[in-house]
């Protein structure tokens, strides 16, 4: 547990990875969650067995099963 000497000082922005940043360390985070977030979907949306994008003929079984 760390003793703050003053009160302005739990709002010091730490450099992250050895990187400083101009604005704050959560702007930071934001950035590397989109990142991710953006990766992750490309990555699942150009795959090879892409699960989650439905083509035409799963649209056409689907419409066909729901109507029977």
């Known amino acids: 547990m760390s003793i ?3 009160p302005k000082e739990q709002f010091v922005n730490y450099p992250v990875l050895a990187l400083s940043f ?3 360390n ?3 985070y934001l950035l590397v969650a ?3 977030l953006l990766g992750t979907n490309l990555i699942l949306l150009f ?3 892409n699960l989650l994008v439905q083509n035409n003929r799963q649209i056409l079984k689907e419409s066909l099963y729901n109507t029977a």
Do not use: C, E, G, Q
Request: aromatic share 20%.
């Open 4 to 6: 703050l000497y003053s």
């Open 22 to 24: 101009t604005k704050t």
């Open 26 to 28: 959560s702007s930071f």
């Open 34 to 36: 989109a990142v991710l």
């Open 47 to 49: 795959s090879p067995f």
